[in-house]
């Protein structure tokens, strides 16, 4: 059976380990408590039998969800990390992690061009947007938090935790946030934050930041961009124009929302918050008794919500940025070119294929279609089907609900007997999709045609 998990690096980690022990070979030995070699072997085995109930999240055939397998660097610096388990919320539990941690998140700031910023890594987007938000709320108090229709749910979710004010505006038939429908909104007053998604998860659309940033000037709201997913996008070089505008004034924004266990290469959870006047760290401000009794440098702990935090998350994260710089042009700016050049491939073929109706073409590397049928009710029943079969056949997309407006259904001569459509969507966000593309087709065409023919005879 040829391999398709990735060991070669294990040798590595045990070079490393050695390495790792040889900085504290003064203290005198120890004898470590833990269960013996055997009762681990016969745990560990169940432990690897139970993780087969899973799909191949690693594999290009797998292109559904948002899942990217970290890199085998971050893996094992991770790794490493945990055989002393740092703790980031104080410089005393994690003194090596925690200058890495602000050394990494420097780098992120970097790539939005801010040299002075208050940031950190949480726990992932929903924390990290949740200290965004909390802020915000702190800067515009009894005022509403607006955020486009397409915008992740968790702002929302969190508004109601921390007691805020949230609405919906609605999208434009690419998924962005429709302007108009903004400037009448905060015509009628009350709106103390705009929520920017640079990167929809649903479909990957960018919202239009030039044009918020424009409002912003009028209105005076606190814009905070959600990047979660899209953050690192400003690096690639084959962006659509439009889109290239908006990732060239991300800086402008007053906080930025990156995700490191998305398109970063990172294992979970590795979230960023990033605000661009370091100021707001009066909002944070605590006193402890007993945590920060050895330093009176800045400790994490001082600018997070959270109080423990992994520090095996900011070594993992400030070794894959060693061997994978934020740069323009750089090896991760072309690992993410090839997965929208990927996106872009495929799109081309649901488009040329009058079996399938694609949404607007991908802004990042997020591809949605339907089929075509004579209802939407019925496309959606007929893309349950298919999904079915792509997954017996070893291919995993994912359905989406969305509105039909995303689609041109009058031009299909499809009734619209409801207002959503079940539809795919296709995440291609590994490099390796963009060698995949033609695989992955030909197993869905395949699918399709089996599905399509059992309906026709079914007639």
Known sequence: MSPVLEK?????????????ESGFEKLPPAAMEFADTKAMERVLMQVAERLHDNYPYFHPLYAGQMLKPPHPVARLAYTLAMWINPNNHALDGGRASSVMEREAVAEIASMFGWEKHLGHLAGGGTMANLEALWVA??????????????????????????????????????????????????????????????????????????????????????????AAYGGYFGLVDNLRADTRAIYDR?????????????????????????????????????????????SEELHLGEISLECSRPGAA?????????????????????????????????????????????????????VVWAPRATSVSAASRMTRLIFDECARNQLHLAVAKLPIDFFDVDVAEMKRDQDSVSCFRSVLMKPEHLQWVDRIWEI???????????????R
């Open 250 to 294: 991300l800086g402008e924004v007053d906080s930025i929302v990156v995700d490191p266990h998305k398109h970063g290469l990172q294992p979970y959870g590795c979230g960023c918050i990033l605000f661009r006047d370091p100021s707001v760290g009066q909002f944070y401000k605590h006193d402890s008794p007993y945590t920060y009794f050895t």
């Open 137 to 226: 709320g702190k800067m515009h108090p009894n005022t509403t938090i607006v955020a486009s229709e397409q915008a992740h749910y968790t702002h929302r979710r969190i508004s109601d935790v921390l007691g805020l004010r949230f609405e919906d505006i609605p999208c434009d038939g690419s998924g962005r946030l429709d302007v108009a429908a903004l400037q009448k909104r905060l015509d009628q007053g009350g709106v103390g934050t705009v929520v920017a998604t640079i990167g929809t998860t649903a479909v990957g659309s960018v919202d239009p930041l030039p044009e918020l940033l424009s409002l912003r000037e009028r209105y005076g709201f606190r814009l905070h961009a959600d």
């Open 314 to 366: 900011a070594v993992g994260l400030w070794a894959t940025q060693r061997l994978f710089p934020l740069e323009k042009g750089g090896a991760f700016a072309q690992m993410l070119g090839r997965s929208r050049t990927a996106a872009l491939e495929f799109y081309d073929k649901i488009r040329s294929d009058a079996r399938f109706i694609a949404a607007f073409p991908p802004e990042l590397d997020i």
């Open 8 to 20: 070669d690096s294990l040798d590595t980690l045990r070079v490393m380990l050695e390495i790792l």
């Open 444 to 458: 869905f065409d395949r699918s399709a045609s089996t599905i399509l023919a059992g309906l026709s005879r079914s």
